[in-house]
């Protein structure tokens, strides 16, 4: 089993959080944080992170523009939303959270309340070259294959087992090649 690799810094979950008032009347005003800031970014500090030390009229709704780093939604949310997947990013870790954010967007979470950590743990089987890998190291590991005659292991094919075995996952591809395994019961 290849081994997740860690989110590194420029992967960590940052989010462009603007004034939507400035931005929905052409002024782009707002800067990038870090997602496990996001609870306590205000109107000023959006403001003060484009160098403008004043709030318009109209000033009052943050929106994150733009989202860097490995998120498991591809939408515009708000500071509190941002926070609590930031929240969930920590409470996962930074090894584990590539394959969270891949399963995710496959069953499309959008809501960080509804997510369910510890199902997600005892669902996620990790990341492999590919899932006939996965298949290959189930046989391996129920080592019953050694009992059997030669010329049965000749003739097992490895292919049409992980194709059947398939049925019971879902497979999601890796950032860096390679798959994350996930069990559907």
Same mark, same amino acid.
């Given at each position: 089993?290849?081994?997740?690799?860690?989110?590194? #810094?420029?992967?960590?979950?940052?989010?462009?959080? =603007?004034?939507?008032?400035?931005?929905?009347?052409?002024?782009?005003?707002?800067?990038?944080? @870090?997602?496990?800031?996001?609870?306590? !970014?205000? *109107?000023?500090?959006?403001? *003060? =992170? /484009?160098?403008?030390? %004043?709030?318009?009229?109209?000033?009052?709704?943050?929106?994150?523009?733009? *989202? @860097?780093? #490995? %998120? &498991?939604?591809?939408?515009?949310?708000?500071?509190?939303?941002?926070?609590?997947?930031?929240?969930?990013?920590?409470?996962?870790?930074?090894?584990?959270? &590539?394959?969270?954010?891949?399963?995710?967007? /496959?069953?499309?979470?959008?809501? &960080? @309340?509804?997510?369910?950590?510890?199902?997600?743990?005892?669902?996620?089987?990790? #990341?492999?070259? /590919?899932?006939?890998?996965?298949?290959?190291?189930?046989?391996?590991? !129920?080592? #019953?294959?050694?009992? %059997?005659?030669?010329?049965?292991?000749?003739?097992?094919? *490895?292919?049409?087992?992980?194709?059947?075995?398939?049925?019971?996952?879902? !497979?999601?591809?890796?950032?860096?090649?390679? !798959?994350?395994?996930?069990?559907?019961?």
């Amino acid at each position: 089993m290849t081994p997740s690799t860690p989110i590194t #810094e420029p992967d960590r979950p940052r989010a462009w959080f =603007g004034c939507l008032n400035c931005y929905n009347n052409a002024r782009l005003v707002g800067h990038w944080f @870090d997602a496990t800031d996001a609870a306590d !970014v205000d *109107l000023a500090a959006v403001h *003060l =992170g /484009s160098g403008v030390a %004043w709030r318009r009229a109209g000033c009052e709704e943050i929106l994150a523009l733009d *989202l @860097d780093g #490995e %998120w &498991p939604i591809r939408a515009e949310i708000d500071t509190v939303t941002a926070g609590k997947w930031a929240d969930l990013c920590e409470e996962i870790g930074s090894t584990q959270w &590539p394959a969270f954010c891949a399963l995710a967007r /496959s069953e499309h979470m959008t809501d &960080p @309340d509804d997510v369910d950590v510890q199902a997600f743990t005892d669902r996620c089987r990790g #990341e492999w070259e /590919s899932f006939e890998d996965y298949a290959q190291d189930c046989v391996e590991n !129920v080592g #019953e294959q050694s009992a %059997w005659p030669e010329e049965a292991r000749r003739y097992f094919d *490895l292919a049409r087992y992980a194709r059947d075995l398939r049925h019971g996952y879902t !497979v999601e591809d890796a950032p860096n090649g390679g !798959v994350f395994v996930y069990s559907d019961s």
